[in-house]
């Protein structure tokens, strides 16, 4: 069974009532069986376009990595903060 990377941004849901917040949902930006073109394209991303929307009306709450199985079994999402030094734009693992 192949494993599946997937580059989303995590938009939060927010609901109209104060102090609730709903399910966050995710918009995928690019997905590939190979691990280091999702991270690349994850760097690209962020390097463009930042932590906003590509149409830039809105900000997002963070860029994530999902791992998931060809099934659509989430197996780990990992944010860009854990994985890209932000100053440098290193990849930290």
Same mark, same amino acid.
């Given at each position: 069974?192949? /494993?599946?990377? @997937? &580059?989303?941004?995590?938009?939060?849901?927010?609901?109209? &009532?104060?102090?609730?917040? $709903?399910?966050?949902?995710?918009?995928?930006?690019?997905?590939?069986?190979?691990?280091?073109?999702?991270?690349? *394209?994850?760097?690209?991303? &962020?390097?463009?376009? $930042? +932590?906003? %929307?590509?149409?830039?009306? +809105?900000? /997002?709450? @963070?860029? &994530? =990595?999902? *791992?998931?199985?060809?099934?659509?079994?989430?197996?780990?999402?990992?944010?860009?903060?854990? =994985?890209?030094? %932000?100053?440098? $734009? *290193?990849?930290?693992?």
């Amino acid at each position: 069974m192949s /494993v599946i990377y @997937d &580059v989303l941004l995590k938009q939060q849901d927010y609901e109209p &009532v104060i102090g609730h917040f $709903g399910e966050p949902k995710y918009i995928c930006l690019f997905y590939d069986e190979d691990r280091n073109k999702a991270l690349k *394209e994850m760097w690209k991303y &962020v390097k463009e376009h $930042g +932590f906003i %929307t590509p149409d830039k009306k +809105f900000t /997002v709450a @963070d860029i &994530v =990595l999902r *791992e998931r199985k060809s099934t659509g079994e989430e197996i780990s999402i990992t944010s860009y903060h854990e =994985l890209f030094n %932000t100053i440098t $734009g *290193e990849l930290l693992k």
